[in-house]
């Protein structure tokens, strides 16, 4: 059964080489920790059009990031990046697929993921049994968790089958069977750069540096931390779902 541990006074993780402080999803109502080198991509739910001009003109000014790696992020997403490393996190609300058994259904999203990206050779290399979430159920109504991995060659954006990187994905399947609800956490892993990718530019092509090497924590233990490290504190994100009466603590 999957355990989370109690968490710390100062809101603040230390895995290994750098610190993994509590972050804020969806405006406060979830949190989970993960290193601040992670930085949150653009958002236009929260934003006007003119604010972000504004900032495109800003990072152009300063040359900050690629204004071109700004993209729009659903409501239901939220997306956070590691531009030097072109490593990235995706926590993913999605309406609950009743037609997906617990049993592999974070391998299942893992496949449908790769469809939907055009990915080619995808391969998975682990998958877990389903855990309790403890802590994370609804009323009496438990929620559940399954993880999977997988190695896959993805294209940047609009670019093709000749730009593509080698990547190791990781995805987490939280079931909220409470509110009817599938989170969704997914962390990408470039290993191999190809010199046709946009982000060649930034983190050289060819075979990735490992995390260790240049001070960073390794993405399979940044992935691991996020999930563990899950916590709903306003069960109203999700709507009609819920209400404000009952235990939303524990199952």
Known sequence: MMRYPPPPKDNMY????????QRQLFGGAISTSFPIRFEVCFNFSFWSLFVYHVYCLFLMTF??????????VPDHQEVFVDPERDESLIIELLEMK??????GSATWFLQDLATEQGAEGNI???????FEAEGLGYRNTPSVITTAAAQMA??????????????KVYLANLRLKGVQTDVLITAYEPVFISPSSESAQSVGAGLTVPAADSGRTPMVDVFKQVVT??????WNLFGSAATTEGNFGGS
Request: hydrophobic fraction near 35%; aromatic fraction near 6%.
């Open 98 to 103: 009743h037609d997906v058994a617990d049993n």
């Open 154 to 167: 993805i294209s940047k954006g609009r670019q093709g089958r000749e730009a593509q990187n080698l990547v």
């Open 124 to 130: 998975v290399t682990e998958q877990s049994a389903v």
């Open 14 to 21: 230390f895995i290994e080489m750098e610190p993994f402080p």
């Open 229 to 234: 490290t899950f916590r709903i504190n306003d």
């Open 63 to 72: 040359q900050l990031q690629d204004v071109s790696n700004i993209r729009e």
